[in-house]
C-alpha cells in the first residue's frame, strides 16, 4: 500500500487547458490522461486531446491531506 500521495497540475500543450488533481501513482495517472493507458472517455482529459505534462506537483504522506490541497488549488 502506498503511503504517499501527490496533489498535481497538468497542462495541455494544444488548449494549453489544465487539470488539477491527485493520486498515488503519477507516472501512471500521466499515462492514463495521455491515452496510454486505458482511461474513461467521458473524462476532462480524454475530450481534451493532445499531450497533458506536469507543470506542477506536492507530495502528502495521507491521501486526507492531498484531497484537502487538491479542494484547495481548485476553488482558488
Known amino acids: 500500500m502506498n503511503d504517499t500521495f501527490c496533489v498535481y497540475v497538468i497542462q495541455n500543450h494544444l488548449s494549453k487547458k489544465i487539470y488539477i488533481g491527485y493520486t498515488s501513482d503519477l507516472s501512471v495517472r500521466l499515462k492514463r490522461h495521455n491515452q496510454i493507458l486505458p482511461s474513461k472517455k467521458s473524462s476532462f482529459t480524454y475530450k481534451n486531446h493532445g499531450i497533458w505534462k506536469v507543470v506542477y506537483k506536492e507530495i502528502f504522506n495521507s491521501k486526507e491531506k ?9 476553488t482558488s
Open 66 to 74: 492531498a484531497q484537502d490541497r487538491e479542494k484547495e488549488l481548485k
